[in-house]
């Protein structure tokens, strides 16, 4: 260690593994020299993908915002903080008190769930703007899980995950953890936790359109056609009944609707769906029955089961057979994390008195529906660019790049144009926020506590990390509460204190009614006497946990959990696996039942049903997405390090394809829709299926008044241009971005 430099244990801010690191600083130069795995992190033990080590260029980068700047003609001014924060109030009260409450609308991107300031306070703002206009890129790659965990469940986040670390039978559709270390089913490390699988006497199976990385150390790869997956299922669950292998196992007796789901699958044998699904019917019979007969087992889904065309419908075939399969709320099955992990449940949004999270209201212009409070992207553009009462004239845009991460960008090009106002609460001028008429930046991620508030929802075990700054923010930059805080109390005409006492007073009350059972009978003042007169984000969490199943209810249960407590365990607390048990405990549906047969998702299998002859249909070529290991979405293209090397933005082609279209390995593709077209360098490679290609999303860096010079300079093609947004999942209202046909030729 060099003078002035100094060691901390943080955890990753660059996904959900929020992986425990090592990270050296220099506190004169303010920079971070060096980045490593903790192995001391009881839950990581030392893992960190190559992305952890781009922490030193990112908090470095000369491109990163430290003023906020405002729009000049078609260049910008800095401003200060100050300034900025009190136009960007003053404007979107002006616009709502113009154009109505919900002219204004607000997307809070993917790096939010990984700054623990953004996540908290994100819904401050939010919430003084009081407008339905809300969407995240969840609506784009997550909501189908919500929407059947809602309607199977009661609630969004009430979703079983894979019991990895006891697991003997896994099958992984549609997702390639090996490089995403999971979603939804968090375990950093996630490849000797695969491989252990073997290790036990067990099996991995992985079923995908392309021979992934996670399909590489598999034990059995089977190939699939793109947007067939919820057929498989139904045949899998066919084979199950025809066999009499049907077991509720644990959730015998807290179960609904299991002669009617089952009654669906009798109408796909393998027989039927062998054409569409490109799967030999004996195949599937052979997934079916040694799933069914393994001793803990469970089929894992992801990004590539959600963002397709039958997302819901999968989502929801995927849980059934965890759970006919007697592999629901089970050790070795899929367990829940609802009640069982360290913190408290400030976000859930449940079915309340029969009323589930979705569709209680829609989009003006489309008609499509919210699900947890929040509406499809699919419906942004028109509502901005279709004139009427209720239209979209400002626009707040939360550490997220829509330009990139959202279908038809031509479009969207001209809705961000037509605004009156739009406000980036970010920390570049990209793709997106180059339209902004004010950019206000935050912190660097090494200058906030750190805290993975969003992982332990989605985590393989009970886990609870937290880390000082590393460095105090810059002089003259607030805190990003203070921002959030700023502007919300410009809004509501009051001042930041009173804004953050509401929303103290607001968390404290709902940990009080919805935490730990000691925590209800808690006067608030107790509560708030406890967590003190300290602003910020640390407080919050300080509720959370202290709120939560674990806590110490505010006093009531001395042996609790607090912030004090986790702050002790510099390298994380540990609190052990998920445990069996927890429903009927935790569901939230009107009779406290798993419904294994909604209405909106069954109603949806005629739409899939009357899609067999088109599924079969193999002249057109489909195009899937592909997630790398050194990319993640749209943000992580302006460091080096990341994107140094070999293009990565590139067109797979499977050979057989390759020859028949004269296309070859470093040669170029032209790839169309009926909306757009772009041109990408082609690699010929076997991994992919035959009459599939693959393009990864998130690149397209080359549009004027960006300023990210490492981006620019390796642009990609953006491949969510060729997607035409109306393309969506009926329930969800998700848009469809894999199976998307397209025409390729040379170019
Ligand atoms: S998997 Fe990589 S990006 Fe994700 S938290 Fe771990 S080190 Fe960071």
Known sequence: MTSGTQLHFRSCPFCEAACGTRVTANHVLRTIEDVRGDHEDPFSKGFVCPKAYALTQLHSDPDRLRKPLRRKGR???????????????????????????????????NPTGHKPPLLLYGPVLMKALGSMQVYSP??????????????????????????????????????????????????????????????????LVVIDPRRT??????DEYVAIRPGTDALLLLAMAHVIEREGLVDLGNVEGITRGLDDVLAIASRFPPERVAAATGIAANTIEHLALEFARADGAAIYGRTGTCTQAFGSVTSWLIDVLNTISGNLDKVGGNLFTGGGIPLGVLFEDNCVDGVFPSGRWHSRVDGLPETVSMLPTAGLANEMLVPGEGQVRGFVTQAGNVMLSNPNAAKLERAFESLEFMLSLDIYVNETTRHADIIIPGPSYAEHSDFAAVTPYETIRKFVKWAPPVFAPEPGMPHDFEIFNGIAARLKETTPEEIEEAYVRETIQVALDNGRPEAREVPYEQARAAVGDEPGPDRIFDILIRGGPMGDAFGAVPDGLTLEKVKQHPHGLDLGPLDEGMLPGILRTPDRKVDLAPGPLVEDVARLEASLASLENRDTMLMIGRRT????????????????????????????????????????ARVATDIAEVVAPVEVDDEMMPGVVSLPHGWGHDMDGARQQVAREHPGVNANSLIDESMIDVPSASNILNGVPVRIEAA
């Open 75 to 109: 260049d910008f001014e800095e401003i200060s903080f100050e300034e900025a924060i009190a136009e960007a109030g003053d404007r979107l009260r002006a616009i709502q008190q113009k154009h109505g409450q919900h002219s204004v609308a607000y997307y809070f991107g």
């Open 138 to 203: 969840g609506t784009l790659d997550q909501i189908p899980k919500f929407y059947s965990a809602v309607y199977m469940f009661g609630g969004p986040l009430i979703q079983p995950l894979a019991d990895l670390d006891r697991v003997r039978h896994l099958i992984v559709i549609g997702n390639n953890p090996v490089v995403s270390q999971g979603s939804m089913m968090v375990a950093p490390g996630i490849r000797r936790r695969l491989e252990a699988i073997r290790a036990r006497g067990g099996k």
């Open 213 to 218: 990385e996670t399909a590489a150390i598999s």
């Open 629 to 668: 290991m050194r990319s993640k979405n749209a943000w992580m293209h302006n460091i080096h390090l990341l994107v140094k090397g070999k293009d990565r933005c590139t067109l797979r082609v499977h050979p057989d394809d390759a020859e028949r279209l004269g296309l070859a390995t470093g040669g170029s």
